[in-house]
């Protein structure tokens, strides 16, 4: 199994839908990260969370939002979608301890299409 | 103009060639530099990382930071049909994996 899993792989959704995005980590680390990434622009951090009572936003927060449920989870939502949500989302992890760039592990994405 | 630049490929070589992937970045303040690897329909994974100028070797990959040009490389010698992959250059100024700065990927592609 994945040390970083993602729910769903893929959804098609409809403008003005709510979506769910959900990640869930066996890795025991505290920090968990939301990237997008669109083609020729690369990943772009949307939220990130140091531990389950620290929420940070990002460079594209808006039209976002984020819950962590657990030091295992961490979801993310687009209350009201729109077409230009249409991207590969990324939940990704960290360990402070692990080197000094704190190494990212990533799940296998979330493809989302919005019409 | 974006903080790391990146050509975005494709780029197809032979097998067995060496093969130089890229960035530029215009923030003085980086200092630690990495290369993500994703495979088609993965997520990137750290292929390598230096902090600071210089190079730093693992097996078939070499990477390379200029400060003074504000370039960074990435080597592979003797290529092989399996690294075939988007190759993402990453920067940043502080050890935080928050403050990452993403290229935006080149696409490889190993001919056998």
């Known amino acids: 199994d994945a040390d970083v899993t993602q729910t769903p792989r893929n959804r098609i959704t409809k403008t003005g839908k709510r979506i769910m995005l959900e990640c869930s980590q066996t890795?025991?680390?505290?920090?968990m990260y939301w990237y997008r990434q669109d083609p020729g622009l690369g990943l772009q951090l949307i939220y990130y969370s140091f531990d389950v009572k620290d929420i940070n936003k990002g460079e594209i927060s808006d039209g976002y939002s984020v819950s962590r449920q657990a030091q295992a989870k961490f979801s993310l939502s687009l209350e009201s979608a729109i077409p230009n949500q249409t991207a590969l989302y990324f939940c990704?992890?960290?360990?402070w301890g692990q080197g000094p760039t704190g190494e990212l592990f990533f799940g296998e994405g979330s493809r989302l299409t919005v019409l | 103009q974006k903080e790391v630049e990146q050509d975005p490929g494709p780029l197809s070589v032979p097998e067995g060639a060496i093969v130089s992937l890229n960035c530029t970045y215009s923030n003085s303040a980086f200092q630690y530099f990495m290369w993500y690897r994703q495979y088609s329909r993965k997520g990137p994974e750290l292929l390598m990382y230096?902090?600071?100028?210089g190079n730093k070797e693992d097996g078939r990959f070499t990477a390379q930071v200029d400060k003074s040009s504000k370039y960074i490389s990435l080597f592979i010698r003797d290529s092989q049909p399996s690294d075939s992959a988007t190759y993402l250059c990453a920067m940043s100024a502080r050890s935080s994996a928050s403050k990452i700065i993403f290229g935006s990927g080149t696409r490889l592609s190993i001919r056998p």
């Open positions: 990704a992890t960290s360990d």
């Open positions: 890795k025991g680390h505290d920090r």
């Open positions: 230096t902090y600071s100028s």
